[in-house]
């Protein structure tokens, strides 16, 4: 040990909590050695350095197996933060939903390319569900297809949702979503496709930063750097049957987000990422899920009741209940519950970080 090493590791023994130390003797010793303000001598010198290593000891043992509990609580923590944030706004900005949410969809009849600060009108270049694909969702493995987690995506389905339903969620303040450029999401297309005066394809996998897929693209030097995505706005989406209809990601299965068996309440979800009006004044930054892999959309998801089906008796898509079933919620368009990157609600986030269910 030279003389600089031997210098910080005083530092650090003076700054270091000895009252952890079990042995009491050794506790006692190391509790006279910070109180010493002169030198030390060698063997007080050895004494610290192995009171450093019992202390360094005792944390790691403390931590050991403990980091994936720690992010389950972190979780826990931040969903119930989320919802109360959506109450806090729903109070102040006097409507449910905030606008320029992630639609968690990909579009080929959107051009990023041409995304700029301001948003596009739905009416130009309003994306059809027959052109659209939910983000991800192949696997939950990290480096295997990227986006959403197989767990979310999985359970999610693309619906043309119709004026009569699209209109009530314009109302609660849904005014604008981000769609994402489908090149930039699609690794399997059958012609070669360029994005952002690119010649190779981008595919969803190879996106570094999909948590920041949603934004309009970045270019630096000529490299794109990240996002993909173009904000719809339906600030001027009229009340009108015939408008146009709006492609949003539903839950197949929302019995297990509302927590009733017997619901027939359909859901969608919509991600809460760095554009979103809930961001900056409630909360500072949009949070992301420790659990998610280093390719997965890990923001946090908002879930959403905007419609019932009284024949709810398959998944969302199938016989049984079509869009044409759908009838306007008794209790209005409402938020259900805050999902993490694993499309799991708080109360399965806590029976997780309490070692009562399986993930």
Known sequence: MNLRQMKTAISKFRNADVSIIKDAE????????QAK????????????????????????SSLDGQEELAAQKTT??????????????????KRTLPGNLDSLICNSDIDASGAGASPVVYTDTLPTAGNSVILGGVSNVARVGGGLTADLGGEL????????????????????LRYVERNACDADLSTDVTFLDSDDDIALVDVVKPNLIFRAPLVDDG????????EIDFTGYEVDLSADPIPLAILSEATEITGNQNSNDVVAVFGIGPDSDLIGDIIARAPSDGNGGPDKYSNFSVAVKIAECPLLDTEIGETGCEVTDWEEPEDGIKVVA????GGDAYDDEVAEARGNQEE
């Open 338 to 341: 805050i999902l993490d990157a």
């Open 223 to 230: 490299e794109w750097e990240y996002g993909a995505g173009v």
């Open 157 to 176: 389905t693309v619906i043309d949702v119709p004026a009569s339903f699209a209109q009530p969620l314009v109302g609660a303040g849904l005014t604008s």
């Open 37 to 60: 303000q002169g030198g030390f001598t060698l063997l007080e010198l050895l004494v610290v350095v192995a009171i450093l290593a019992i202390i360094a000891g005792a944390v790691i």
């Open 76 to 93: 826990v923590h931040t969903m119930a933060a989320l919802e109360e944030g959506f109450n806090i706004y729903r109070a102040s900005a």
């Open 26 to 33: 050794m506790r006692a010793k190391a509790q006279k050695l």
